[in-house]
C-alpha cells in the first residue's frame, strides 16, 4: 500500500495507456512511465498512481484499494459496482480518436440471425460476459454466454452463433464478414472515484481539481485559436465570418488604423474559414494549437 496523505489513482495500461498519458501531459501532468515498472511518476507530491488493466480499475476503486481511477463504463457495468462509485465526469476519447466505444451484438454476414430474439438457445462468444447475460435477461433471450480470451471476431461462424465485441469504427468486423445486429451501449471512458474517498474534502478536491483540467485538456482537442489583423476599414467584413466560442477579442495596434483579432474556433473549420478571412482583408493570420479550455 502507499501512503494515505496521497490520491491513489489508477491509470488504464493497454489499448488507452498512450492517449490518457497525452490527455494527462495537456491537462498539466508530466507523467514518465518506465515499461519495467507499474507505478508511474506523475510529477505531483499527492498523486500516488499505477497502471492497470482497465477491466481491474472498477472493483479497486469500488473496494477503497484506490481512490479514484479511469476506466471504460463498459469495465464498471461488467464489474457490476455501478452502485459503489461516483462517476466524477464522462470523458469521451479512446485509443483512435474522440469517439464513444460501442459494445454489438454481431453474427457472420451468412447468418439467419436478424434479431437478438433469434439467439435463443444459442452460443456466444463475448470479453464482456456478465453485461452480455444482463442485455440478454433484459431481451428475455436465454443463450450461452462464454468468455472470450481473444480473436473473438474469428470465432463466429464456426465455433459460436455470435458474438459480443466492442468496436471504435466497425472497421473489424467488416473485415470478418460480420454484421451488427444490436448495440447493447456505448462506453466512455469515466473517471470515477471511491465513495469514502469522495467523503473526504481534500480527496474530494483534488478529484475535482483533476477532473476539471482533464476536461478542459479534451475540450481543447477540437479547438484551435486564430490571430490575425485587419484595418478598421475591413474590420466589419472579417467580423462577420468569425464563428467564434465567444465574441471575439479585439485590439487597436500601435499602427493607427488597424485591428488585431482574436479567437477560438473548431479545428474542422479552419480549412474552410482562413481563405475566407484572407479574402475579407485579414492580414498576418496565426494558427495556434491549444491545451485547455476551461468553460
Do not use: C
Given at each position: 500500500m502507499t501512503d494515505e496523505n496521497?490520491?491513489?489513482?489508477?491509470?488504464?495500461k493497454g489499448s488507452l495507456q498512450n492517449a490518457t498519458v497525452e490527455m494527462f501531459r495537456k491537462a498539466g501532468w508530466s507523467i514518465t512511465v518506465d515499461e519495467r515498472q507499474y507505478t508511474p511518476n506523475m510529477a505531483d507530491d499527492d498523486l500516488w498512481a499505477v497502471l492497470l488493466?482497465?477491466?481491474?480499475?472498477p472493483a479497486y476503486v469500488a473496494d477503497g484499494v484506490l481512490d479514484c481511477g479511469l476506466t471504460g463504463l463498459d469495465w464498471i457495468v461488467e464489474s457490476g459496482v455501478e452502485d459503489r462509485v461516483v462517476e466524477v465526469a464522462d470523458?469521451?476519447?479512446?485509443?483512435?480518436?474522440m469517439r464513444p466505444y460501442r459494445w454489438v451484438l454481431a453474427v457472420h454476414d451468412?447468418?439467419?440471425?436478424?434479431?437478438?430474439?433469434?439467439?435463443?438457445?444459442?452460443?456466444?462468444?463475448?470479453?464482456?460476459?456478465?453485461?452480455?447475460?444482463?442485455?440478454?435477461?433484459?431481451?428475455?433471450?436465454q443463450a450461452t454466454v462464454e468468455y472470450s480470451w481473444g480473436a473473438t471476431e474469428a470465432k463466429c461462424p464456426s465455433l459460436v452463433d455470435a458474438i459480443v465485441e466492442g468496436t471504435e469504427t466497425g472497421s473489424t468486423l467488416v473485415a470478418n464478414n460480420l454484421r451488427i445486429v444490436d448495440v447493447l451501449f456505448e462506453s466512455t471512458t469515466k473517471f470515477i472515484a471511491n465513495k469514502q474517498a469522495w467523503a473526504d474534502q481534500w480527496k474530494?478536491?483534488?478529484i475535482d481539481n483533476i477532473a476539471l483540467m482533464l476536461r478542459g485538456a479534451l475540450a481543447a482537442e477540437e479547438y484551435v485559436g486564430l490571430k490575425m489583423n485587419c484595418s478598421s476599414q475591413d474590420l466589419p467584413t472579417v467580423l462577420a465570418q468569425l464563428?467564434?466560442?465567444k465574441n471575439p477579442t479585439i485590439s487597436e495596434l500601435?499602427?493607427?488604423?488597424?485591428?488585431?483579432?482574436?479567437?477560438?474556433?473548431?479545428?474542422?473549420?479552419?480549412?474552410v474559414l482562413i481563405p475566407q478571412l484572407k479574402t475579407a482583408g485579414a492580414q498576418g493570420i496565426i494558427e495556434y494549437p491549444l491545451n485547455k479550455i476551461i468553460m
Open positions: 496521497k490520491l491513489r489513482i489508477g491509470l488504464p488493466r482497465a477491466q481491474e480499475i470523458l469521451i476519447y479512446a485509443k483512435q480518436g451468412t447468418s439467419p440471425v436478424q434479431t437478438v430474439e433469434d439467439l435463443q438457445g444459442k452460443r456466444i462468444a463475448t470479453e464482456l460476459v456478465e453485461a452480455t447475460r444482463k442485455y440478454l435477461a433484459g431481451k428475455g433471450v474530494r478536491n483534488k464563428p467564434a466560442l500601435a499602427n493607427n488604423g488597424w485591428h488585431a483579432v482574436e479567437i477560438i474556433v473548431l479545428k474542422k473549420q479552419v480549412r
